[in-house]
């Protein structure tokens, strides 16, 4: 049984790296800086790295900050189902090719445990969901200032300087660097979404969690991740150099501060909040509305928490029952 629950979160893990490939690497690949193979590889390690070095935080707040350890220990089914919910949005989001914030279906599920069985942190929770209420706006907002500030005939302009060599070098190896940056917060970000569960039960300690984790979502990013270097629909690679390089030093940054604090962020969100900041400063709020289908993606992110927390309070219901 171990085994099996450890190999489910694994197979999680490979699909935080999957989902989040195109966000860390897609501009530094479709500009030509790096290669598929070396942008997947890059990916990998830094992921590794961030899982190891910053990893902890988040991983405490969901395997016990948000729900006490005793609470997991209770019913062997709990790790089950929270499991089974977060399966289950990556699988419809892999599917459907819908862009779901993962993330905040495995934060609701676990919240939700706490909720059926009167044992939740409201004021962790709160906080947690504090930050995913501002850390869009925020991202947002500072894209859009850049937008201004870095418009479209200035961005134009710079490309022809850009052709120069040293130039060019320059900017390439800041590109890889902040897509490093990406992966490497990235990493730290995602070791609790995948691996919480597991370590709350006991079936793994804390140190393993991590690392099992952390190489989990590196070879997500290496087995899966091709396909979404080419077909990510964010756009991260076609908004120049400059600027994308600074969508990924907010996003990252945003990412690792959270991190940091035990607060588990979704890229996804991140990054679409900051590509739609910079198409608002570009084409206007009517055009981008349109464009980055904005409204689709509020929507997204509001039912996401419910459903998942309503589907996890069903299934521990339904499991009390028939296990009676």
């Known amino acids: 049984m171990t085994f099996f629950i450890i190999l489910i979160a694994v197979f999680l893990a490979m699909n935080v790296g999957a989902n989040n490939t195109a966000a860390e690497m897609e501009a530094a690949y479709r500009t030509g800086v790096r290669t598929k193979k070396e942008a997947l590889t890059l ?11 910053f990893g902890l935080p988040v991983l405490k707040t969901l395997s016990e900050g948000i729900v006490p350890i005793r609470t997991f220990k209770s019913c062997f089914y709990i790790v089950f189902v929270v499991m089974a919910v977060s399966a289950a949005y990556d699988f ?16 609701s599920s676990i919240a939700a445990v706490g909720i059926y069985y009167d044992t939740m942190a409201a004021e962790r929770y709160v906080d947690i969901l504090v930050w995913w209420f501002l850390s869009p706006i925020i991202a947002f907002g500072i894209a859009f200032i850049i937008g201004k500030t870095l418009n479209l005939k200035a961005v134009t302009d710079f ?19 902040s897509g490093c940056y990406v992966a490497f917060a990235g990493g730290a970000n995602g070791v609790g979404k995948a691996m919480a569960p597991v ?34 629909e964010r756009e991260m690679g076609e908004i120049g150099f400059v600027r994308a390089i600074f969508i ?40 981008s509305l349109k464009k980055h289908h904005i409204i689709r993606n509020l929507v997204m992110w509001l039912i996401v928490p419910f459903t998942s927390a309503w589907l996890t309070y069903f299934l521990l219901h339904f499991l009390k029952v028939i296990l009676k």
Do not use: N
Not at 218 to 232: Q, S
Not at 251 to 274: D, F, H, M, N, R
């Open 248 to 287: 990924e030093l907010i996003c990252a940054t945003a990412l690792l501060v959270a991190s940091i604090k035990g607060i588990p962020l979704s890229v996804s969100v991140t990054v679409t909040a900051s590509l739609t900041g910079l198409g608002c400063a570009d084409l206007g709020i009517k055009q």
């Open 43 to 53: 990916i990998a390690i830094f992921v590794i790295l961030g899982a190891i070095i």
């Open 159 to 177: 490309h022809r300087l850009k052709e120069e060599g040293k130039v060019k070098a320059i900017l390439g190896a800041m590109l890889s660097f």
């Open 199 to 232: 370590v709350a039960v006991g079936f793994i300690d804390t140190r393993w969690g991590i690392l099992i984790a952390g190489v989990g979502i590196a070879a997500g990013a290496l087995i899966f991740g091709k396909a979404a270097l080419e077909t990510d």
């Open 92 to 107: 419809v989001s892999s599917i459907f090719k819908v862009s779901i914030p993962t993330t905040y279906a495995i934060v």
